[in-house]
């Protein structure tokens, strides 16, 4: 009967024993060992500490003082009064580390210095000055951010100025909060008047006069320059002694009234901006586009819109008491024939015309309570022009000058007053709005065909009978 050894697990536990006890000859504390580097103080077990220029903290440690590590002595300086007691002081904004190790080397404790401005008086004066106000200044470096809220932008914006008087203006960062923020409701009535006089006479002449080889040919044409063209030609002929004579009389005397009226109304937040504009854009050339890959190249007109008509921009600020201040543009501008230019596109016989704009702008910034106006009058303005073409020598006759010049009169005067009304509103609930067409409704066939009209009102509850049709103009709806 034959018998098996175990050989292979003989020789697998000779080789797990020779690996424990090592090789022979080899000590076990002979290999080398990888050194241990351990992290004694750092950030991680530090504890953050804010110091003002110049202040100071004490601190009782739990063990006896031997060493002390001051990462910059510049920003932030370390005392031992005794064995377990240490001052810290802030020498100038900046950020530092302070450690505190026993005899051992071991930490102790440590401490992550930021030093900022000292910031304990505008504190104590924001508290005084604002009491209902929730303002917090904190630094950051040598600079103040400013955080919380403010009972209206007044005092947010006064927190603001004495940071910087005490920091600086780029130094100051305002993140302060207006609680509840106040909304403004601007009324504005916008009225100009214009008004236009042109005059124009002027004779034109054409015939000869004379007999024989004593012949004068006349051929005059005066322009009218003020205005650039005429405004009513009428024609006569005149016979005279010797040859006939034609002569063109030009006269006009054009007078004329334009009258703007704006009355936008306009909400804003307090401190935001809002704009309004009644108007248009007309277009004007803004370059040519070509495509030279092409040949010839292809060319095309750009094309900008300007706008004009009446414009608002106004931001409110809503201050103590009701008050507001705020800043008002106004703009009223309209398309004037004066100072046109007329231009031909490249490789086109189109020519475009590009008018001209009349602005007159006010812009000014007031303080007034909530309902009260302000009206900015008195921007009167009024030009004259008056121009006398002809034929020098012969313009200058008495009586007889006239056959031989024209005269241009041109006379505009224009007055516009702005009234702002600000108001300090609340929200309202939707059934106490009215639109402009509350009650609207369109008239039947037969009122349509056989009275004329064009609407008929329901009406408004218990005011007036629905049963009724209505008779009468309404508002803007009809004249």
Not at 369 to 374: F, K, L, T
């Amino acid at each position: 009967m034959m018998r098996w050894t175990p050989i292979r697990s003989m020789k697998l536990a000779a080789l797990v024993a020779t690996a424990a006890l090592g090789a022979p000859g080899v000590s076990p504390a002979a290999e080398p060992r990888t050194p241990v580097i351990q992290v004694v103080g750092s950030e991680a077990s530090s504890r953050q500490v804010n110091l003002g220029v110049g202040k100071a903290v004490v601190v009782d440690l739990p063990a006896d003082i031997k060493d002390v590590l001051v990462a910059d002595p510049t920003i932030a300086n370390a005392v031992v009064r005794s064995s377990r007691r240490a001052y810290m002081i802030g020498v100038k904004a900046g950020q530092t580390s302070i450690f505190y190790f026993d005899s051992d080397g071991r930490q102790i404790a440590g401490f992550d210095i930021a030093v900022t401005r000292d910031l304990n008086g505008l504190r104590a004066a924001l508290k005084q000055m604002f009491p209902h106000s929730d303002i917090r200044a904190e630094g950051l470096g040598d600079g103040v951010v400013l955080s919380g809220l403010a009972v209206n932008q007044l005092e947010a914006q006064q927190a603001f100025d004495m940071a910087v008087r005490l920091a600086g203006e780029n130094k100051v960062t305002n993140n302060i909060g207006i609680r509840g923020r106040d909304q403004v409701m601007l009324k504005v009535t916008v009225a100009e008047v214009q008004r236009d006089i042109i005059k124009q006479l002027g004779i034109n002449l054409s015939g000869t006069i004379g007999a024989g080889s004593s012949v004068v040919t006349l051929n005059t044409q005066n322009p009218f320059t003020a205005t650039g063209q005429n405004l009513s030609p009428s024609s006569g002929v005149a016979q005279g002694v010797f040859r006939s004579i034609t002569a063109t009389l030009n006269a006009m005397d054009r007078a004329g009234v334009i009258r703007t009226l704006a009355e936008p109304s306009l909400t804003a937040i307090s401190g935001e901006t809002a704009t309004f504009i009644a108007g248009g854009e007309f277009p004007i050339p803004n370059g040519l586009s070509c495509d030279t890959t092409r040949s010839p190249p292809i060319c095309q007109q750009q094309i900008e819109f300007k706008k004009f008509g009446v414009s608002l921009a106004f931001t409110p600020v809503v201050l103590s008491e009701g008050r507001i201040s705020m800043k008002v543009q106004t703009e009223v501008s309209d398309l004037s024939t004066d100072n046109a230019i007329t231009l031909t596109v490249p490789g086109s016989t189109t020519a475009s015309t590009i008018p001209s704009i009349r602005t007159r702008r006010a812009e000014t910034v007031v303080e007034i309570p909530s309902g009260g106006s302000i009206a900015m009058a008195g921007m009167i303005q009024e030009s004259t022009k008056q121009q006398l073409n002809g034929i020098p020598g012969l313009m200058q006759l008495p009586i007889l000058g006239t056959l031989f010049k024209s005269r241009d009169y041109v006379n505009r005067q224009t007055e516009l007053m702005i009234l702002v009304t600000p108001y300090v509103v609340r929200a309202v609930a939707q059934k106490d709005l009215s639109r402009p067409d509350d009650g609207f409704a369109d008239a039947p066939d037969s009122s349509s065909i056989l009275l004329g009209r064009l609407n008929k009102i329901y009406g408004i509850p218990d005011k007036v009978d629905p049963r009724k049709i209505y008779h009468g103009n309404v508002g803007f709806i009809l004249d």
